[in-house]
């Protein structure tokens, strides 16, 4: 063997070793950012923050005992997407899948807002798992969970909600409020 051929080697599986060790740092430091967003920054009364989750195959977790456990396809609010479409009032529309912990930790605080907006805007939720909602996932190029979007049904005009945002529901409201004040 050439020492030119043992030195492509191991520079090969050093290079190896090197990117297993990237991103297993960043997946720790990943997992800790995560955590730490969803332990600080929400209101006492609110749930804490989530962020958006990438689809992903359903893992069977145990909720932690101040978490959630009702799925969101268990909260009976809001009236059909279908329904909603064809309204003149503004929607509120919730792209989630039941396994997400993300869209379990929000749907507290989506109940919250429907009690405090019920009277502007008409509340969807769309299970993106449900093929009759295929069509609204698409159109509003779904790729994360919880999405939610602020329609004006008249003019399809959008806006999407951050979910930096979904911990704070004074920001939450004021978002809100400005967008029904623009587009009632």
């Known amino acids: 063997?050439?020492?030119e051929n043992f030195d492509c080697k191991y520079a090969l599986?050093?290079?190896l070793l090197t990117l297993v060790a990237v991103a297993t740092t960043f997946s720790a430091i990943t997992s800790y950012q995560v955590k730490?967003?969803?332990s600080n920054?929400?209101?006492?009364?609110?749930p804490s923050a989530p962020s958006a989750e990438a689809?992903?195959?359903?893992a069977a977790e145990a909720p932690a005992a101040d978490q959630p456990s009702k799925k969101p396809s268990d909260y009976h609010f809001g009236i059909p997407y279908e329904k909603a479409v064809k309204a003149k009032k503004p929607m509120i529309v919730l792209f989630y899948a039941d396994w997400c912990g993300f869209c379990v930790r929000f749907m507290p605080i989506y109940e919250e807002l429907y009690k405090n907006h019920k009277n502007q805007f008409n509340f969807v939720k769309v299970n993106v798992e449900d093929n009759k909602?295929?069509?609204a996932v698409k159109k509003y190029e779904i790729a994360a969970f919880p999405t939610v979007f602020m329609v004006n049904t008249k003019t399809d005009k959008r806006e999407q909600l951050k979910n930096e945002n979904f911990g704070d529901m004074n920001k939450l409201d004021e978002?809100?409020?400005?967008?029904?004040?623009k587009n009632k």
């Open 175 to 181: 978002l809100m409020n400005d967008f029904y004040n």
């Open 1 to 3: 063997m050439s020492s």
């Open 13 to 15: 599986k050093i290079g």
């Open 55 to 58: 689809p992903a195959a359903p």
């Open 36 to 38: 730490g967003l969803l």
């Open 133 to 135: 909602y295929e069509a």
């Open 41 to 46: 920054g929400a209101a006492p009364s609110a």
